[in-house]
């Protein structure tokens, strides 16, 4: 073989190497928003096909930490909310922070890390519904947490866990999972009827959460 041949066949052999080893270097993270950048049309109308949109999104997600999921918001000025979440699991927070860096300038997109504080909304849950305006929370200040007693009505003892769960939906609506995951230490709940003077609404609640923090 002619030596400027051998050469040149040398070269592209390196480039095509260097072409895969970069390819091979991307992290996870990366590898998720460019899959992402390349879907885009199909993510920003899912509604034309949400079920196979929303899987093969999650199957993404999934590649970077098994426990994160997402949110979408509605379309707003050509724009949408997109919300990488750890599910309330907090081991899986670093994984959210991590996918959060690394979101690339995207122009029809506003991306959020973790749920963010909504005005609280009423929940179905194992049968149970629970109305926004008829739950109250109290809060006490330990260390550098905020323990919680939620009154709800309907409650008793024998369905403990499915309100616990409704106290946790609501909670999480309220403060966003952020602040639920690492400010909050003990939830309890209780019948409405056993809630003080000192119990706010879930919609006033939020505030004098965030007053606790402010007193440091």
């Known amino acids: 073989m002619p030596r400027n041949s ?10 095509a190497l260097g072409l895969s080893s970069g390819r ?35 199957a993404e997600l999934h590649k970077v930490e098994p426990s994160l999921t997402f949110e979408f918001g509605p379309k707003e000025n050509g724009r949408r909310e997109f919300t990488i979440s750890a599910d309330g699991i907090r081991n899986a927070f670093p994984a959210v922070e991590r ?15 973790f749920r ?13 519904k629970v109305t926004a305006s008829s739950v109250t929370v109290e809060l006490r200040r330990v260390g550098e947490k ?14 403990r866990e499915t309100y616990l769960s409704i106290a946790f939906l609501m909670l999480d609506q309220a403060l966003g999972e952020y602040d639920v995951e690492t400010r909050v230490g003990e939830i309890s709940v209780k019948e409405v009827s056993q809630a003080s003077a000192k119990a706010y609404s879930l919609k006033d609640f939020p505030r004098r959460f965030d007053e606790l923090f402010a007193k440091r």
């Open 6 to 15: 051998a050469a040149l066949l040398l070269s592209c052999f390196l480039s």
């Open 24 to 58: 091979a270097q991307l992290t996870p993270e990366q590898a998720f928003w460019n899959w992402f950048q390349k879907n885009d049309d199909a993510l920003f109308d899912f509604e034309k096909d949400q079920e196979r949109i929303f899987d093969r999104l999650a």
């Open 99 to 113: 996918l959060y860096a690394a979101a690339p300038a995207l122009t029809r997109w506003k991306v959020q890390k």
């Open 116 to 128: 963010q504080r909504r005005e609280p909304s009423d929940i179905s849950f194992r049968g149970v």
């Open 146 to 159: 905020v323990n919680l007693r939620v009154f709800i009505p309907g409650y008793t003892d024998t369905t």
